[in-house]
């Protein structure tokens, strides 16, 4: 056995950590073991408790001994301990084939292999070997990092008791992740991040030390490293990626963060570049989710709240889901609905029915229609085709027309009703796009297509051009004619200025549509009451505030975005904006650029 390949010890009590029985007598303790916790903990290993006993007593003595804040996780109860080992294994995000259980009781040691698969067992007697090589050891975490970060795990999994959700736990934990480029800074934990890491490394490329310093060196990759903090604490650099010619050569995160979705944020912002899974990991990715808790910068405590307590507006908003960042700084609580993109229960990417020509199908088909719809392709739900525009009234509609600008439109020839599916860069109806629709290379909304289902499409579906929008202008028309004539319609306009960065083949000259549109949309407007336009270059500043593509903007944006809205809604004048999302927004500004700035100065101190 080696210790290098071990994470956790869980340790017996009675008759293993020390001698004798706590509850029966006073016990003796062994200065090695307390030597060998104090070493382990000093080489990254932590240390976790099972034990059958009572918790008040065990603690009050591993206190006065000082070595009670040396636990993790400690389980000190009556009931059986195979399901308590899996219990503490399973909250700290760890293999079992990386967790050794110390016990005196065989009975304890096989009942706790038979809960947890590939967990390392040893009497008290074996553990000679190991002190030994603590001893030896290179003590890399004297300032016990490692420990802390998991007792700041614990602290979390305590606080998650009190909220209903996972969802809403998270909402309310504050996450910050930041990605940072200056890896040569960074080797030593990078390095050792790759080469720990099995649940959450995606490549499981291994590499020699040198080839990975020439690999981040090398200009033609670009790689990162990421840290991760919230109101609970800062778990320092959890991740890291490489990318060449987008695709993934490393991507790989600390298992600390497990259940945050903090690796599925940081595949979203790189573009979801191609990855080649090796082996198991424990939280797949996919191409449409962007955790909203993540840089969210409100929680249940301090989120935003722009609009006065004694809003009354009832207001539809409508579009991608990065339209929550917005709608989260206004607050407006039972008087705002949305009607955002969202996966159906067959894991479908829903987003067709914020694009103008399925709001008219939503407002427009009859039942029967409808029906027809759903009955010929599976992959729809009921959702995609409901709206409320036009059902209930609503004072304001804030439509994005990003979706407009994005999506395929397709008639249906039995029909007649339009739907909008997938990017409209690459027709599902035109054969030189099937083997690419076949191997999941371009963006599906998670739809499995097979040869027969696109043929089928084909037959029923035919292909809309819409290069110079005039069937979102027919549209627009043909949504304000079935709105209450009080409704004031806000449509928000996608950005004009052209995204530099390197991004996908269907985003190329994405700006360059948007003129078009906006264009049409503006004549389109001109003169109509109770329609107002809001274009997103109104708040964009420069290239730092494009994210990954160019309809993800960074937090200000949005909220600069809100501002205005809640302007236009009425309820609040440019003084009486909530000082506490102002100030939160700040504090989130000046976090950034002291985190660059540091970032620099350790670039700066290395070459002295």
Sequence with gaps: MNLTDIKLIIWDLDETFWKGTISEES????????????????????NSICSKNDEAVVRKFLENI????LFVFPSVDWTPKGYRVKTIIEEMKLRAVNVLFIDDNIQNLEE?????PGLLTASPDEISELISQAEK????DKDNKRLNQYKLLESKMQARNDFGSNEEFLSSCAIEVDIFYDCATETERIYELLMRSNQLNYTKF???????????????????YVKVSDKFGDYGIVGFFAVKNNRLIHFAFSCRTLGMKVEQYVYFLLG?????????????????????????NCNSADKSSLVSENMSKKILFKGPCDMSQMHAFLNLGEYAVTEFAYVNDKGIYIEGHNHTSQIVTAMTATAEQKHTLLSESDFWDVGAFETSMGKDKYDFIVLSMLTDGNLGIYRNKNTGCEIALCEKYYDITDPKNQDDYLSGKIFTSKIDFTE?????????????????????IQNLDKIRSLLDKNTVLVLLLGSEREFKKKC??????????????????????????????????????????????????????????????????????GKDISVKSKSFLIKSTVRQKLKFFKSKLRKLLKTI
């Design 112 to 116: 706790a292999k038979a809960f947890c």
């Design 66 to 69: 000082g070595v009670w804040e």
């Design 452 to 472: 027969e289902l696109l043929c089928d499409f084909s037959e029923k579906y035919c292909f809309e051009d819409n290069s110079d929008a005039h069937k979102t």
């Design 272 to 296: 979801c570049p191609e990855l080649d899974v090796s082996g198991d990991v424990v939280s797949p990715l996919n191409k449409t989710e962007n955790p909203h808790w993540i840089n969210n």
């Design 206 to 224: 291994r590499q020699d030390k040198t080839d990975f310093e020439k690999l981040i060196a090398d200009p033609g990759i670009r790689s990162g």
């Design 27 to 46: 016990v003796t303790l062994l200065d090695e073991n307390i030597h060998f916790l104090k070493n382990t903990t000093d080489m990254g290993i932590v």
């Design 137 to 140: 050891a290179e003590k890399s």
């Design 504 to 573: 996908e083949v269907s985003y190329a000259g994405r700006h360059l549509q948007h003129i078009v549109m906006n264009r049409a949309i503006e004549e389109w407007a001109t003169g109509k009451a109770n329609v107002v336009l809001i274009p997103f270059d109104r708040y964009i500043k420069g290239e730092g505030d494009f994210i990954d593509t160019i309809n993800h903007f960074v937090k200000r944006v949005y909220y600069d975005l809100a501002c205005d809205l809640a302007k236009l809604f009425g309820t609040v004048d």
